[in-house]
């Protein structure tokens, strides 16, 4: 996620402190995000990508293209028992217990 930071904001021609004025945080903290140096939430994830107008699958690095789906799914599956984890740059793939799977797709409804 840090290399589409940067490269979104540099496509959108703004400093890293205004991209921090823009998301109301230290500019220090964007800092860190961009250089992976800290995790980014995926609450703030998905504004990056609102802001940037990118789907948050290229966002996260996990499609070439920065067009949302053409058919997004209609519902939210029933089920989720694994999610993938990106820190510092690497992916990883989580096992969800059934407390967890519940919380994500509550949240998930939310959005």
Do not use: C, W
């Not at 800290?38 to 499609?63: E, K, M, N, Q, T």
């Not at 599956?77 to 990106?86: A, D, F, K, N």
């Amino acid at each position: 996620m840090p290399y589409r930071l940067r490269d979104l904001r540099e496509d959108a021609d703004l400093f890293q402190k205004d991209m921090a004025e823009k998301m109301f945080m230290h500019p220090n903290q964007y800092r860190r995000y961009e250089s992976g140096e800290s995790d980014i939430p995926l609450a703030l994830a998905i504004r990056f990508a609102s802001f940037f107008h990118v789907s948050l699958d290229y966002f996260a690095g996990l499609v070439p293209s920065p067009s949302s789906p053409a058919d997004p799914p209609s519902a939210l599956p029933e089920t989720v028992s694994e999610v993938v984890v990106l820190s510092g740059g690497q992916q990883t793939r989580k096992k969800l217990d059934d407390r967890q799977m519940k919380l994500l797709l509550a949240y998930l409804q939310l959005l």
